[in-house]
């Protein structure tokens, strides 16, 4: 394990996905519990990451001293670096606001830490935040990187494996970034890349035995990739004492509950009980135009609908979820309001604590590229595997106003040749999440000799790494315009397409 204590920065679960790209397990933890974790996980090597604080203000987070006598490499990043640098007997000073900006770095020195990436004279470029810097070195260590603004850009004590870096190497702006992580991983720990999709299904499935023992598990399905994974999986490990239940609130995509049918009940052959309640969802829905109305009937009948489908398949002891990572990485939080709610979010794995069951979350250890992996070699299909996220509340946020079956299948029709039409153009894998919205204005057109006054249709595409921030995708407009004639000839109940260009922000991905 590579142990990384959290300060707080807003990428250090980026240093944690560049570890695990090398094979390598890590972990994320709060600085406050840095001790605890030394001691529990026994780490090869430690990485402290940025943090918005600063070391010379006297409450300033500091690395447990274990960090420094567990005879483990550490490798400290910005407040990292300059924490290692103060504890161990340097000088920090303050410097101005602390602010990213690209850089020029010299190499005065090859270190194993740079070593086939950087050569000694050469300049490079890294993201590098401004803000304190270190002015004398501790004992045992030397310069081996400077820039302009930073004579202390990069320092290394070699012999005990210890190096400091004022700049970010998780981040994509630093282009050699991922290989020195790499060397710190590989050459500077000689840790070896054991920990694959492979080894992982193994351990998740002894351990999903081991907890589970002879009880009966019961596991929400979305149509999405998380919560099909985990049944999957929960399924390799104990079988027939799984059952997966598919709440089918009728605001899927086109073909969308089928393909889920099919797959587990065809393919894997789970014992899965298919909830069609369309009626009960779309019934309750009428009339509501508010977003955060919509959401928040759809989250509770949801809930209400899977507990009354949970009693009757009867003695589970384990209610499966798709947690992952993400949402179970504790944040450091320093003194800052709460956030505003955008959006109330509704998905499988917000089912309440009042099931009063044990819960089983096999991919609480892992981010979504490491579950798209997990469910390729559980052998899924690529076109589940590698779908576009797809929110819980379904369509019923993609049809602003109020909601009918007949604006649902116009919808449905619509967004199905939208997105033939991505897959075709070859762009599915390269766009984040393209859907389509129906608006809740009828515009008029001609269409032959008549006169038509129907629905408007906007299309959304965007680029995005994590979902909270996006860029609206720049499509060519010959092939917007290829896919509005479609739409417009094949869908009756449209004559009018447009293309959103908004990113986010200010805009969100979805319109409501
Ligand atoms: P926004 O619209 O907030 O969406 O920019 C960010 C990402 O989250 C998805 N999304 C949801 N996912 N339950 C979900 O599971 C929800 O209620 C929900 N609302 C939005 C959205 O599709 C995008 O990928």
Redesign the pocket.
Known sequence: TVLIIDFGSQVTQLIARRVREEGVYSEVVPFQKGAEAVARLKPKAIILSGGPASVIEGESPKAPDAAFTAGVPVLGICYGEQCMAAQLGGTVEAGHHREFGRAEVTIKKVVPLFDGVWKDGERHTVWMSHGDRVTALPEGFEVVATSDNAPFAAIADVARGYYGVQFHPEVVHTPDGARLLSNFVRKVAGLEGTWTMGAFRERAIARIREQVGTGRVICGLSGGVDSSVAAVLIHEAIGEQLTCVFVDHGLMRQGEADEVVSLFRGHYNIPLVHVDAADLFIGALEGIEDPEQK?KTIGKLFIDVFEAEAKKVGGADFLAQGTLYPDVIESVSFAGGPSVT??S???VGGLPARMNMKLVEPLRDLFKDEVRALGRELGLPETFVGRH?????GLA?RCPGGITREKLEILRKADAIYLEEIRYAGLYDVIW?AFAVILPVRTVGVMGDGRTYDHVLALRAVTSVD?MTADFYPFDMGFLGRVATRIINEVKGVNRVVYDVTS?PPG???WE
């Open positions: 959401r955008i959006k979010h509704h998905n996220p797809f929110p819980g509340p946020i999440q979902g986010k969100t991905i979805e």
